[in-house]
DNA sequence: TCGGTATATCGTTATTTGCCGATATGTAAA
DNA sequence: TTTACATATCGGCAAATAACGATATACCGA
């Protein structure tokens, strides 16, 4: 049988659940699909293969409407729910999406919902 | 064109995200997915055209855990957000899932997260 | 090594949530 | 028309969340 790899649990998606339960962290999550268009030139938008499609906190910060502390404190907890990830490269920490968590939770949505 | 009706926004999406960030209300709203199964044959599920589907607060609470207070609340939490319906008869107040809220909300995740 | 910039963390206050017991209300049955 | 049952609402308290400014930490460039 094909075996499911890194099903979601009912405990993970409550947790994604909290996560979304606020309106700046969705936005969060939505603005950083297309980063390219929803960012400036000017932002610190990774092109590289390195971390393509991260964006720095301060970019991030910027479009928010929260302070930098209240910013900073929800991409971590959109972090601890996996629905992004993070690099620090130099002076900047880069956030993006994990499209395979976020996969795996509208999955979990369409079957367990 | 052809018209979305009824399409989900954020903040209806980020209501139902609070409505879900809770394990208890989680289990109500799954447990009434196969509610013939779940509840007992003695319990009041309905079979009747009338409310297919429903089950009234007392057997909702037989398996929540919590009091009747709470499990009365949350299922008024539910009933907001618009995941589940109700209708009241005789004495009892029976509540089923509303499916075609939970299609949208999962074509909402789909195509907006 | 010393600013300067980026980010994280801390401490705080106001609001919301989780959850309960007690009580009120609504309905049926005796 | 009492009584019993089903459900909703109220009042309360502890915990969690929202959000901020201030401060600490990390890193870089001069």
Redesign the interface.
């Known amino acids: 049988m094909k075996q499911e790899l890194h099903a979601m649990n009912?405990?993970k998606?409550?947790e994604i659940?909290?996560a979304?339960?606020?309106?700046t962290r969705?936005?969060i999550?939505?603005m950083l699909k297309n980063a390219e268009t929803n960012f400036s030139a000017q932002a610190h938008v990774i092109k590289e293969a390195d971390f393509e499609g991260g964006v720095c906190v301060s970019d991030i910060h910027k479009k928010t409407g929260t302070s930098q502390s209240t910013t900073s404190q929800y991409l971590s907890i959109l972090l601890q729910s996996g629905l992004l990830e993070t690099k620090r490269i130099g002076q900047w920490t880069y956030y993006r999406r994990n499209e395979e968590m976020?996969k795996q939770?509208?999955q979990y949505?369409?079957l367990?919902?």
Chains 1, 2 share one sequence.
């Open positions: 009912d405990e998606a409550v659940f909290k979304l339960s606020n309106q969705l936005n999550l939505q976020i939770f509208s949505i369409g367990n919902l």
